[in-house]
């Protein structure tokens, strides 16, 4: 009987440790460019010089989301992460942004890469529904890559007026991807639900009584 149990306590937790193994992962909303780890096309764009230019660059979504995350460049050497980068969504109106959503300062974690910008890394709590918008970064004198020949970045000027600057910042909005249930998920739940069904029986299950005639 203990050699039973103890084979039975072993199958439950192997199928517990099994079953739990698809833990949920980070899924990919939007991402601006293939590699963020990438050389930047063009020199950086700066936002905060003077106190006053800000850098822009836009992003539409599918569908509704929920964003958990953003990675987005900067320049290591002028303007790095070492400073507070205010974080902020816009609306989307004729083609610049408009109303401010949503407002925060990064202190998260960076990444140097090998091309003389870092990856910054932000945690979010923010619902968008599907749609345009624009997101924006702003420290003191902060200098935000530009990859690629055309694309929506632009400064905006102290008079209100928005430069396009024919590139893309580097930038990735992720989201907690809670997976479908899937064959080997519902396997696993009939597995557990066995062998819990089994302890159960053989719990509750009495040893024969000696023959008393002999």
Known sequence: MRIKTAGLIV?????????GSSASSAAVIYQSIPDLTGAPSLNSWCSGCGGVLQVFDSFTLASNANVESIQFDVDTIFGGPAQPITLSIYGHNSGQPSSGIFTETSTGSFVNTLNGT????????????????????????????????????????????YVLRNSSSGFRLESLDVP????LSLLCAGILGLLAFRRRVEKFRSPCPPDSSE
């Open 11 to 19: 199958a439950l937790t192997v199928a517990t440790v099994t079953c």
């Open 118 to 161: 870092s990856i910054v890394t932000h945690p979010f709590d923010l619902s968008l529904t599907a749609g345009t918008y624009w997101i924006s970064y702003f420290a003191d004198d902060l200098g935000i890559p530009a990859y690629g020949s055309s694309g929506s970045l632009r400064q905006l000027y102290p008079d209100g007026t």
């Open 180 to 183: 479908e249930p899937t064959s």
